[in-house]
């Protein structure tokens, strides 16, 4: 028994090393690398690594194409997060029911936020191909365009950008509906009979007595929609490259192209531990405050 005792506990101690090591290494050593190299001139190819102090983060305040990128990321963010919750919230109504079809349509409704992102840009590149896509030629059948008319739906700035902003909806709309139709399941029925009872009709049922005690599941897609946004890169490098004209080009995605194209790491690394301070920042800050006004039955 001691034998097979001190067996587990060193398994245990095993594996909780490898995955600490693993933590570090993969997590945390890339962040603080990161972190120093913000501070030098890190060159791939001229191989200089210079400490120059601040100079970094001053150049930000100077670079027209870092604001553009910021104030991008920011509104498309905005954006996806209202609209996203707002239609996850209502197909979770619609789909708040018992039966094989319902879920059968949950499914349906999961199966964008599964996929990868790189599938997702080439299934809506190809849908909104200008001459051959999907949504032109829908367009073209119900007469809404002419029969030779075509929509530049990724050849205009503010088009494209309606295209990112609709596709990050569409994959991300099955989680938030998942996340709500959990909640609505775990709202207690005896509080809905009293509403009723006290004379509550549906609408006056659902906002005083049903939303109020979704609000841990406002938290979590709120908070989660925020960080993937913020984060958004893959969706962006397919449909559009950030064309046109650099119209959609996201913070995440001008990092990663100052690193591995322009080869300026240090500058790069430099926008990424802004990017790290303001998601960490705005997602405590936000969590908190939603976390502070939920209801618990």
């Known amino acids: 028994m001691?034998?097979?005792?001190?067996?587990?506990?060193?398994?245990?101690?095993i594996t909780m090393t490898i995955g600490i090591l693993l933590y570090l290494a993969v997590l945390v050593l890339p962040l603080l690398l990161s972190f120093f190299y913000s501070f030098t001139n890190f060159n791939l190819l001229n191989a200089t690594n210079s400490f120059i102090g601040f100079k970094n983060y001053v150049s930000m305040l100077n670079d027209d194409t870092f604001l553009s990128t910021l104030r991008f990321t920011i509104e498309t963010t905005i954006i996806v997060t209202l609209l996203t919750n707002v239609l996850g919230l209502i197909i979770a109504l619609a789909l708040n029911q018992a039966g094989p079809f319902y879920t059968v349509l949950r499914t349906v409704f999961f199966i964008p936020q599964v996929l990868s992102s790189v599938v997702i840009g080439f299934i809506w590149s190809g849908m909104l191909n200008s001459e051959r896509g999907l949504v032109n030629t829908l367009l073209r059948q119900v007469g809404l365009i002419g029969t030779d008319g075509n929509i530049s739906w990724l050849g205009t700035?503010?088009?494209?950008?309606?295209?990112?902003?609709?596709?990050?909806?569409?994959?991300?709309?099955?989680?938030?509906?998942?996340?709500?139709?959990?909640?609505?399941?775990?709202?207690?029925?005896?509080?809905?009979?009293?509403?009723?009872?006290d004379g509550a009709n549906s609408w006056q049922t659902f906002y005083n007595v049903t939303f109020p005690l979704l609000s841990p599941g406002v938290t979590v897609n709120v908070v989660m929609l925020l960080i993937m946004m913020f984060k958004l890169y893959d969706i962006i490098q397919v449909m559009t490259a950030t064309g046109p004209a650099g119209s959609t080009e996201s913070l995440a995605?001008?990092?990663?192209r100052m690193a591995f194209t322009v080869n300026r790491v240090g500058y790069a690394s430099a926008m990424a531990v802004i990017l790290f301070i303001f998601i960490a920042m705005i997602s405590a800050g936000l969590g908190k405050f939603l976390r502070s006004r939920e209801i618990e039955y």
Not at 166 to 195: E, H, N, R, S
Not at 253 to 256: G, K, N
Request: hydrophobic share 45%; with cysteine.
């Open 253 to 256: 995605y001008y990092v990663t």
């Open 157 to 197: 700035p503010n088009l494209a950008t309606l295209s990112v902003i609709v596709v990050c909806i569409w994959q991300m709309v099955g989680f938030c509906t998942v996340v709500y139709l959990a909640a609505l399941q775990g709202v207690p029925q005896d509080l809905k009979d009293a509403a009723n009872v």
């Open 2 to 13: 001691k034998s097979k005792r001190h067996f587990q506990f060193d398994y245990i101690s």
